[in-house]
C-alpha cells in the first residue's frame, strides 16, 4: 500500500533525516520503489522517472524537491508550482518527464487526503460528461491542478456516499470518464459504486495488493 509505505519509509522524520545525510539517492530509490508497487503510472512514465533519479544530481533534485512539495512550507499553489519547476529541470534521457502522471503521482500515493492522481484524457472526458469547465493545460501548472481539485471536491453526488479521501474520489471520477455517465449525468448505480469503493479501496487502505482505477471491472 503505497501511503503505508510512505508513512513507513518516508515519514517527515525519517526523509529530513536522510537529506541532512545527502542520502539522495536512497530517497529516490524508496520514492520509485513505492510508485512501482502501483499501477498507475504507464511504463513510460516510469522509465522516464527512474532515468531522472538515475544520477546524483537528478536524485538530488528530485529528493529535495519532492520533500519541499509533500512536507515543505507555504500554501498549495506555491508548494505545486515549485515542484512542477523541479519535474521540468530532471535529466531526460529519453520520455519526457514533465507530464501530468508523473507530477501528481507522488502526492497522491503520500498524501491522498490532499492530493489527486491526474491522468488527462479520462479526466477530460469525465469532466466533459459532468458538464464541468475543466480548465486543462497539457503542461502542468497550478491552475489545471487547482481546477481539478475543486471538481473532486464539489461532487455532491458523492457526498452521501462519505468518500474517505481522494482516492475514494478519483476512482469514482475514473469510472465515469471510462465508462462514460448516464443521462442524467450525476450518478451511477449505489451497487455499482459500492464496487468501485471496495476496489478503490485496496490502493492504499486494504491489505491487497495496488489496484489502478482503469482496472475496475463494473457489471455492465
Known amino acids: 500500500m503505497a ?9 517527515r522524520t525519517e526523509y529530513r533525516s536522510l ?12 520514492a520509485v520503489r513505492l510508485e512501482s508497487g502501483t499501477n498507475l503510472l504507464f511504463s513510460f512514465d516510469k522509465m522516464a522517472i527512474r532515468d531522472a533519479v538515475r544520477s546524483p544530481e537528478g536524485a538530488r533534485q528530485f529528493a529535495e524537491g519532492l520533500y519541499d512539495f509533500i512536507y515543505g512550507p507555504g500554501g498549495l499553489a506555491k ?3 515549485r ?7 530532471l535529466p ?13 503521482v507522488f502526492g497522491f500515493s503520500a498524501l491522498p487526503g490532499e ?7 479520462v479526466t477530460r472526458k469525465t469532466a466533459l460528461e459532468y458538464g464541468y ?5 497539457s503542461r502542468p501548472e497550478w491552475i489545471t491542478y487547482a481546477n481539478y481539485l475543486d471538481f473532486a471536491r464539489v461532487r455532491r453526488d458523492l457526498r452521501d456516499l462519505r468518500p474517505r479521501d481522494m482516492i475514494d474520489i478519483q476512482s469514482f471520477l475514473w469510472i465515469q470518464g471510462i465508462r462514460g455517465i448516464t443521462s442524467r449525468g450525476a450518478s451511477i448505480s449505489r451497487n455499482r459504486f459500492s464496487l468501485v469503493e471496495s476496489n478503490a479501496k485496496e490502493l492504499h487502505h ?3 495488493r495496488q489496484v489502478c482505477p482503469s482496472e475496475l471491472q463494473l457489471p455492465r
Open 3 to 11: 501511503q503505508e509505505g510512505w508513512d513507513e519509509q518516508l515519514h
Open 19 to 30: 537529506l541532512r545525510r545527502k542520502q539522495y539517492g536512497g530517497i529516490a530509490a524508496r
Open 79 to 81: 508548494k505545486c508550482e
Open 83 to 89: 515542484w512542477g519547476a523541479v519535474v521540468s529541470g
Open 92 to 104: 531526460r534521457k529519453q520520455t519526457r518527464v514533465l507530464t501530468w502522471p508523473v507530477v501528481t
Open 115 to 121: 492530493h489527486i492522481f491526474l491522468k488527462p484524457n
Open 133 to 137: 469547465e475543466f480548465e486543462y493545460r
Open 206 to 208: 486494504g491489505n491487497q
